[in-house]
């Protein structure tokens, strides 16, 4: 009995033993810059601090971040070679993306050119893989690049590094810097400006990136590759057609679009040109965007209402985030009759909550537990946990160990 006593006592040693050593590596993981503009230095390492603590949510959040990150280790490094369509340039490395709402004309026989049917997805955008790619890529760097800065893993930062060598370096595999052929119909080979919206997640990207900073696997030479290709693809935003067309735009495109010049022009080194960007939006987005009510009149005309308006209000944190990073303050801002991000924030609180009731178009099932992280952030900026109870309410059981927490913070 003793002799099982005392195995019993090793081994509960022996497994707080491998737990310290766990934690204390997690404590001094992270790397000596960290390079990220949308998630918070700061709330970062206080994470660090706390899982280092045995802060148990914070642990709780790490576990499942690692989860996430074990899966991606097993996805193979997506390319824009993968698809078998070629855009109307002829250059597979061309990034290809059909628009989602684009159908064919029941009026002309062979259907050309196709015509839009608001927030009706055709099932025929999925046969082009560059958007679902692009979207694993972006995930899988911010995933492995978070899961890199808390545990010190290379196993992680080397996938990622192998993940972005072959979208963006590789000859044989690399995306051109232009988004020329994104969003295209059937009929319309050229893309169209909403096909901008396909780079929205470029800034998550770059910020996963930033936390491969020390990782032996990205290299000071890789990072300088990654500036040339982001330098030239925001030229390209500064002067292809289309582009220039989607600044124009005034709903979410417009500030999606702004988010996108934003995060580049802080990645590329040129923080005044990104620091223009945000101070314009305050009289581009912010005042021609948003009632002083805090209505949303362009997204409210949507036939997916309620899902373009919390889209929009994504945007607008994101892009306030980013203004942050120059020093900006978009989330206190008001013009003089009352249009600011809270204003639009707080009108669209109570139908969320299920408070009010959405009296506009919705044709498909709003996806509360997509937007928890939007409420999470809500009420660590505004300083209000009311947004944090809607959030975990309506988040789900995975809410309570989102990656969120780690990238900002808890909640008050």
Known sequence: MNLQRQSNNITSFLRLLAAVIWLVGI??????????SIMKASALLQAQSEIAAGDKSMVAALKRLRK???KVLKIAPPSVMEKSQVAASGDKHDYLSMGRYWWP?????????????????NPEAESI????????????VETLGLAYFFTGNEEYAEHAAKMLRVWFFHSETRMNPNLN????????????????????????????????????AWTVEDQKKLVAWFTDYFNWMQTAKMALQEVESGNNHGVWVDVQRTAIAI???????????????????????IEPDGTMPRELARTRSMHYTAFNLEAFFTLALLAEHVGVDLWDYQTDDGRGIRKAL????????????????????FKKESFFPLFHLASIK????????????FGGEKAKTDRVHLMFGKQP
Do not use: C
């Open 27 to 36: 404590a001094y993981a992270q790397p000596l810059t960290v390079r990220v």
């Open 68 to 70: 996430d990150a074990d």
């Open 105 to 121: 004309d029941p009026n002309k026989p062979d259907g050309l050119p196709y015509i839009q049917r608001d927030g009706e997805t």
């Open 129 to 140: 893989p560059d958007h679902d790619n692009l979207g694993k890529l972006v995930k899988s």
């Open 181 to 216: 052929f994104a969003q295209t119909a059937k009929g319309k080979p050229e893309g169209r400006a909403s096909g901008m919206l396909d780079g929205r997640g470029f800034a998550d990207l770059i910020d996963g990136v930033g936390l491969l900073a020390g990782s032996k």
């Open 267 to 289: 990645f590329v080194g040129k923080p005044d040109v990104a620091r223009k960007i945000v101070n314009e939006s305050k009289s581009t987005r912010i005042a021609q965007q």
């Open 346 to 365: 707080d009108w669209f609180y109570p139908y969320y909550i299920g408070e009010s009731d959405w009296s506009f178009k919705q044709i498909d099932t």
């Open 382 to 393: 505004f300083k209000n946990p009311k947004y944090a109870d809607a959030g975990l309410k």
